[in-house]
C-alpha cells in the first residue's frame, strides 16, 4: 500500500514523466542519427533510396591515463625546433639530455618544405643553398643536416642505447613537442619504434605553474632569468633542454604529475587527427557565422562532421540539427542547445539544400 501510495504520489509522478521525456529524448536523437530504416514502423519492402547512413554517436572526452610512480624510469628532456607551429610541421632540430647525467643528442635535419618566418626569426635556421646543393643554415651559415627519417631513426637510436625506461619531457609537451614528435615518426613509419624505449610523456609548463604559482611568465627564457640568472642560446633545441632541467631541478617541480602513458599519446595523436578533419569540414559554417570557432571545435570533437549535419537536416528539417546538437553526453549537451545557434545552422543548410518545389521547377 506504501509503495503504491509514493506512486501515486506528485513526486512518483514527476519523477515518471522526467523519465519519459528523457527516453523520448533519447529515441529523438537516435533516429536522427540512425536514418529510416532504423525508426518504427520502417519496413524493409525496398532496398533503394533507404536512409541508411549512421551518424556517430557523441564522443566521450578522451581520457589519458597517467604514468605510475616507477623508480626504474629515466627522465630525458627534449626539445624540437620545426618548421612552424603546426602539429604536422616538418623538424629541423631534435635534441635531447639524460636528467643527472652529461649524455645528450642533437641532430639537424633537412626539411621539405619551407621554413616559416616566425620559426626562422627564433631559431636562426632558414634554408639555402651551396654548390647548388639545398642546406640548412644557422645564422647564415650551413650546418650539416640529415634527412627528416635519418634524424627520427638516430633519435631512436640513440634512446634504445640508453637502455632505460624513458619519460620524455618538454616544456609545453603535450600541446606541441609530443604531438609534432608523433606526428613525425608516423609520417616516417616509425611510431611503433618508440615502444621499445619509451613509456610516456612528461609537460614541464604545467608542473612549473603549479611549483610557482606567483610567477609573472612561464616562457622557459624568463623562467631561466628569474631562477638560474644566466643567459642562454634560448631557441637552440640543445641549449634549451639544458636550462629546462637547471629550471626543473631550481623549481622542484615535479613533471611526473603531468605525465601520460605512451599509448594515451598515441590515442590522443589518432583522436586529435580524426577531430581536425571534422574541424575543417565545418569551415564553411565558421565562415559565414552560423557557428563559433569554438563550437565547431566541440561538434568536431563529439565526432560531428559539416556532412552529418547536413545528413541531420535533410532527415528532419525542423528539429533534426537541434536533436543532433542537443543530445547529452553525460551532463552536458553535444555541441549546444543555444537556439540562436541552431536557427543559424539550419538557416545555413536552408540556403545550400534545394527544397523539392525548386528542384522539379
Given at each position: 500500500m506504501k509503495r503504491r501510495a509514493r506512486a501515486t504520489s506528485r513526486a512518483g509522478k514527476l519523477k515518471r514523466r522526467l523519465l519519459r521525456t528523457k527516453r523520448t529524448s533519447q529515441q529523438a536523437s537516435s533516429e536522427i542519427r540512425e536514418g529510416v530504416s532504423y525508426s518504427s514502423g520502417c519496413t524493409l519492402t525496398t532496398t533503394t533510396d533507404l536512409d541508411t547512413e549512421e551518424i556517430p554517436a557523441p564522443q566521450k572526452p578522451l581520457i589519458l591515463q597517467r604514468l605510475s610512480s616507477h623508480p626504474g624510469r629515466s627522465l630525458v628532456f627534449f626539445d624540437l625546433e620545426a618548421t612552424g607551429l603546426s602539429r604536422t610541421s616538418q623538424l629541423t632540430q631534435i635534441a635531447a639530455k639524460v636528467a643527472n647525467t652529461d649524455t645528450t643528442f642533437s641532430c639537424y635535419m633537412l626539411p621539405t618544405t619551407p621554413i616559416h618566418s616566425g620559426a626562422a626569426a627564433a631559431t636562426g635556421l632558414t634554408l639555402g643553398s651551396s654548390g647548388g646543393v639545398r642546406v640548412l643554415l644557422k645564422a647564415g651559415k650551413p650546418v650539416n643536416s640529415v634527412s627528416q627519417e635519418d634524424g627520427l631513426k638516430a633519435f631512436l637510436e640513440w634512446l634504445e642505447g640508453l637502455a632505460v625506461s624513458v619519460v620524455l619531457v618538454a616544456h609545453n609537451c603535450l600541446k606541441y613537442d609530443m604531438p609534432v614528435l608523433l606526428n613525425a615518426l608516423q609520417s616516417a613509419g616509425l611510431l611503433a619504434r618508440l615502444e621499445e624505449s619509451v613509456h610516456g610523456f612528461a609537460d614541464s609548463l604545467p608542473a612549473l605553474k603549479s611549483a610557482l604559482p606567483q610567477q609573472v611568465s612561464y616562457g622557459l627564457e624568463q623562467l631561466h632569468s628569474a631562477l638560474v640568472k644566466t643567459p642562454y642560446a634560448a631557441h637552440d633545441a640543445i641549449a634549451d633542454v639544458s636550462a629546462l632541467e637547471k629550471v626543473v631541478v631550481?623549481?622542484?617541480?615535479?613533471?611526473?604529475?603531468?605525465?601520460?602513458?605512451?599509448?594515451?599519446?598515441?590515442?590522443?595523436?589518432?583522436?586529435?587527427?580524426?577531430?581536425?578533419?571534422?574541424?575543417?569540414?565545418?569551415?564553411?559554417?565558421?565562415?559565414?557565422?552560423?557557428?563559433?570557432?569554438?563550437?565547431?571545435?566541440?561538434?568536431?570533437?563529439?565526432?560531428?562532421?559539416?556532412?552529418?549535419?547536413?545528413?541531420?537536416?535533410?532527415?528532419?528539417?525542423?528539429?533534426?540539427?537541434?536533436?543532433?546538437?542537443?543530445?547529452?553526453?553525460?551532463?552536458?549537451?553535444?555541441?549546444?542547445?543555444?537556439?540562436?545557434?541552431?536557427?543559424?545552422?539550419?538557416?545555413?543548410?536552408?540556403?545550400?539544400?534545394?527544397?523539392?518545389?525548386?528542384?522539379?521547377?
Open positions: 631550481k623549481a622542484g617541480a615535479d613533471v611526473l604529475s603531468t605525465s601520460i602513458t605512451l599509448k594515451s599519446a598515441v590515442d590522443k595523436l589518432q583522436h586529435d587527427a580524426a577531430s581536425a578533419v571534422r574541424r575543417v569540414s565545418l569551415d564553411v559554417l565558421v565562415s559565414d557565422k552560423s557557428l563559433s570557432s569554438a563550437i565547431a571545435g566541440k561538434a568536431a570533437a563529439s565526432g560531428l562532421s559539416y556532412h552529418h549535419m547536413k545528413l541531420a537536416f535533410t532527415r528532419d528539417k525542423d528539429g533534426g540539427i537541434s536533436k543532433l546538437f542537443t543530445e547529452k553526453i553525460g551532463t552536458t549537451r553535444r555541441v549546444t542547445a543555444q537556439k540562436r545557434i541552431i536557427a543559424a545552422v539550419c538557416t545555413h543548410f536552408q540556403r545550400v539544400i534545394p527544397s523539392p518545389a525548386s528542384v522539379s521547377t
